[in-house]
């Protein structure tokens, strides 16, 4: 035992750790990293790139540093590694895309005690009763890491022998969208809500697929969906269910998949100490704030979900793309 007494050091880090975040959310609002893809620029060359007032883009500079997304020496800044591989725009592996959804997640997290306060998600999302242009606004927002995710999966898993796939609660399509243009002998379908449909084909007319995405109207948690698919996949939906709906969705999705099909779950997932990993841990606050029954799942849920639901082969794997997102993979029992 000892009566020292101790350092705010946690406490420190987290506060000033958010400066950090800030400084790489403004860098990427101001497309910061891209003009630095070709060398070392001075702030003045920096300046005239992203079309800002010279007087006060030092301090933002040096506060990228401090973040460890850019090097200085004798005045001149270079993006580092990994800022040059994810946050120049207009390549392959760019991340900027997420500046937008960080911008609405981190407003929504200061809500989180008046949330908690009252029992209400002060930042209720409500597709139902929103305007079209505000859900439309955010389905945009999320379209490129779907696509994203879509290209990551047809890179690591083999879908030679896929014809039908369903991208279920698919929103935008952007998982439809992906695979149809990594796959192209591949035909998918994209089942939302009514409410989400309408800017679902919007979309995929805009991405020059529309002959090979179908858009369903259906309600995955109230009933089967309609077709035979030999894949199923799902990005962010089963979080935003209760326990209950999550459990009947897969049940549903089950019975629309050829025996031994697969189906392949993008969520935040959790280790079943539910402390780990920190991104599905700490994407809890975004789902207290704008859900009544949403939260990330732990990988047992996830197991005990698709084996009553008849799958089999249960699998979690690592996605190495958007926002710390976990893989749980299942084969529907032949």
Not at 106 to 126: E, I, N, Y
Not at 243 to 249: F, I, K, Q, W
Request: aromatic letters at 8%; one cysteine or more; glycine letters at 10%.
């Amino acid at each position: 035992m000892t009566n020292a007494t101790p350092r705010p050091d946690t406490i420190n880090a987290l506060r000033f750790g958010a400066d950090a975040s800030f400084a790489m959310l403004a860098g990427i609002q101001l497309d910061l990293f891209t003009p630095l893809q070709h060398g070392p620029m001075s702030t003045e060359q920096i300046a005239d790139a992203i079309g800002v007032v010279l007087t006060r883009l030092p301090l933002l500079l040096y506060a990228l540093v401090a973040a460890g997304l850019l090097t200085e020496e004798n005045g001149r800044f270079s993006n580092t590694l990994e800022a040059q591989h994810f946050l120049v725009k207009d390549t392959p592996s760019y991340m900027g895309n997420m500046q937008g959804q960080l911008a609405n997640q981190w407003r929504d997290k200061l809500k989180t005690a008046a949330s908690l306060r009252t029992g209400v998600p002060q930042a209720f999302r409500d597709f139902s009763g929103s305007p079209q242009e505000e859900v439309e606004a955010f389905l945009r927002r999320l379209h490129g890491s779907t696509v994203a995710a879509a290209y990551e999966l047809a890179d690591r898993y083999d879908f030679s022998s896929v014809t039908t796939l369903v991208d279920v609660g698919g929103g935008g399509g952007g998982l439809a969208i992906g695979f149809t243009k990594a796959c192209p002998h591949l035909q998918a379908t994209v089942i939302d809500l009514p409410e989400v449909t309408p800017i679902t084909q919007k979309i995929v007319d805009e991405e020059g697929v529309a002959d090979r995405v179908t858009i369903t109207s259906g309600d995955v948690v109230s009933g089967p969906i309609p077709g035979r698919y030999d894949v199923a996949v799902l990005r962010a939906l089963l979080q935003v269910l209760s326990s209950e709906e999550a459990r009947r969705a897969l049940q549903n999705i089950s019975t629309a998949l050829n025996p031994g099909g697969t189906i392949y779950i993008v969520n935040q997932i959790l280790d079943n100490s539910r402390t780990s990993p920190p991104e599905a841990v700490g994407f809890n606050l975004n789902f207290i704030n704008t859900y009544e029954a949403a939260e990330s799942y732990t990988e047992h849920e996830h197991r005990t979900w698709l084996s009553e639901a008849g799958f089999v082969d249960i699998e979690r794997a690592n996605f190495l793309l958007g926002g710390g997102y976990g893989l749980m993979t299942a084969r529907k029992r032949g």
